[in-house]
């Protein structure tokens, strides 16, 4: 099998981002990586490699591109853009990438999965709840708060979690300062609540962006025992 694994640009291509699929006529399963607030870094890059010889077309969108912020490393510029674009913007961008993947890069529409980190966690959640052909949602760390709804986040993961209609799984770190172990306990409760197939895994002693090489809170163990789980989850589910 052959990968054709390369960055997209607005101009050329229609959309921003990183794409990684394998070569070949046909329609396959699709996954949307969707980023933290760090954007599109390297290691997004080598996941879609890595899921892609598994048989995934994969496209991880750049907001930051998207919205208009050009270049390639936004390190530590995720509260800012989460500042100035709510959710329901997100949201428009994440929908026209979902629909990039499938007529774009001819995903099967019926076999489908999201993967987000941190920011790109919390987010797939409303996107979920608005996409319930959507197979499978796998979230590392979603940054979920204790916060009222706002214009700006108008619908809490406590309330739309309930109503997702896919499989899920979700990692948890016990030493999260965004989203903290007080935050994960009713959202456990509110994914148990939708009766949907659910793996949950919490290490008590991993940091909030365990996953990723450029976040302070990198946990190379953890990061490799995430992998095998996701893999394993994503061949079972999508």
Partial sequence: MTITARRLTQEADGLPGYVAHPDGPGTRPG???????HGVTADYKIDAYRLAQLGFNVLAPD????????????????????????????????DEAWQYLIER????????????????????????ADHPKLRALVL?????????ETSHRPRHAFKLAPTLRCASLVFCAGLDFIATPAIQAPLWEAFRANGQPLEWHS???AHHGFRHPDNEGFQPHYADAAWSIVVDFLQRRV
């Fill in 31 to 37: 996954i949307m990586m969707v980023h933290h607030a």
């Fill in 63 to 94: 907001f930051f591109n998207m919205f208009g912020i050009p270049g390639t490393d936004h390190i530590g510029a995720g509260a800012d853009l989460q500042a100035k674009h709510g959710d329901t913007e997100f949201l428009v961008k994440m």
């Fill in 105 to 128: 890069l001819h995903s099967d529409a019926d076999h489908m999965a999201g993967i987000g980190h941190c920011m790109g966690g919390r987010l797939l959640i409303p996107f979920a």
């Fill in 140 to 148: 590392y760390y979603p940054s979920v708060r204790d916060e009222p």
């Fill in 203 to 205: 290490f008590s002693d």
